[in-house]
């Protein structure tokens, strides 16, 4: 069997906040002994409520940030073994969308400028004519090259920053919640782009979104975060979810035509405080079906192909 183009192992990061001269400080763990893989050509979904650790996961993924331990590798080669000069050279390889385009293109440069700036990480000048054909990509004209970005609508930003991401000619890009930003109507367009051009190139994505639905439409694998565990890995985009925090995300999306439309289901209960997990399952106090045994340790993510961590599953 291939290797995965991604595989972490373990992945975990923990956060220190607070101390001084009045304050204790306190750990956070932001992503707790993540394991996944994303094969090529592969669209993974990585789906949770915010604040579940979705973010610092991609992040660690890229190693934008130092996972606390665990490994990353991104094909067989493991990254975290890796030295800052010879993880540039793998940079090329890997890209990241960013969910806001208000916040992610700096206003001081013009698109030609944003788009020569993975050009300029690697120390070399982007190859004639790259910029206009990477606007031409992504549907935008050669002519907004010359633009600053608040010259630009918010879809035409986002357009920006995926042809940013596809400078160097990735394999692997990261989208992290890239239409969340954006107006319903956009956000269509952004996703057929997105696919279009995973067609096109042969790219792989992982993608970070808080919506199971849209999830489930552009994705052919999806993984459930909550309070920095994997909860649950769907095998398929179809595949009726097994742990309750999944049923009910599925049960909280809104679908646009009312004969689909089911009843709304809230999660009940408070998140507990990431700074102080409960002994058992982390979702065991919002759970209609939690036990004592839910309360009392903590499930293990098992069961082949469609692995959930939970004592008491669908």
């Known amino acids: 069997m291939a290797e995965p183009l991604i595989r972490a192992e373990a992945l975990e990061k923990r956060f220190q906040t607070g101390g001084g001269l009045l304050k204790k400080p306190r750990a956070m763990l932001a992503v707790r002994?993540?394991?996944?893989?994303?094969?090529?050509?592969?669209?993974?979904?990585?789906?949770?409520?915010?604040?579940c650790g979705k973010s610092t996961l991609a992040r660690l993924i890229l190693r934008l940030i130092e996972p606390t331990s665990g490994r990353i590798h991104f094909d067989g080669?493991?990254?975290?073994?890796l030295s800052n000069t010879d993880l540039r050279r793998q940079r090329r390889r890997m890209a990241?969308?960013?969910?806001?385009?208000?916040?992610?293109l700096d206003p001081r440069f013009t698109v030609a400028?944003?788009?020569?700036?993975?050009?300029r990480v690697q120390r070399e000048a982007p190859p004639a004519g790259r910029i206009a054909a990477l606007l031409d990509q992504v549907g935008l004209s050669a002519k907004m090259a010359d633009s600053f970005p608040?010259?630009?609508?918010g879809g035409q930003r986002q357009?920006?920053?995926?042809?940013?991401?596809?400078a160097?000619?990735?394999?692997?890009?990261v989208l992290d919640e890239p239409t969340a930003s954006l107006d319903v109507s956009i956000q269509a367009q952004i996703i057929a782009l997105l696919s279009e051009?995973?067609?096109?190139?042969?790219?792989?994505?992982?993608?970070?979104?808080?919506?199971?639905?849209l999830v489930r439409y552009f994705c052919d694998r999806v993984v459930v975060m909550y309070l920095g565990a994997v909860v649950e890995v769907l095998p398929r985009a179809d595949a009726a979810p097994r742990h309750p925090y999944t049923r009910t995300l599925m049960d909280s999306t809104f679908a646009p035509d009312p004969r689909q439309r089911k009843v709304l289901r809230a999660l009940e209960g408070e998140i507990p405080s990431a700074f102080d997990l409960p002994k058992g399952c982390a979702f065991a106090v919002r759970c209609p079906r939690a036990s004592d045994a839910c309360r009392a340790a903590r499930p293990v993510l098992e069961g082949g192909e469609h692995p959930v961590a939970c004592f008491h599953p669908f």
């Open 33 to 51: 002994g993540v394991s996944l893989s994303v094969e090529r050509g592969e669209v993974a979904g990585v789906v949770g409520e915010s604040g």
């Open 77 to 81: 080669q493991d990254l975290t073994a």
């Open 96 to 104: 990241m969308v960013f969910q806001d385009p208000y916040s992610s």
């Open 113 to 119: 400028e944003v788009l020569a700036e993975p050009f």
């Open 150 to 153: 608040h010259q630009l609508s």
């Open 159 to 166: 357009r920006v920053g995926i042809a940013r991401a596809l």
């Open 168 to 173: 160097q000619a990735p394999d692997f890009i």
């Open 197 to 213: 051009l995973r067609q096109r190139l042969g790219l792989t994505y992982l993608f970070i979104s808080h919506d199971l639905g």
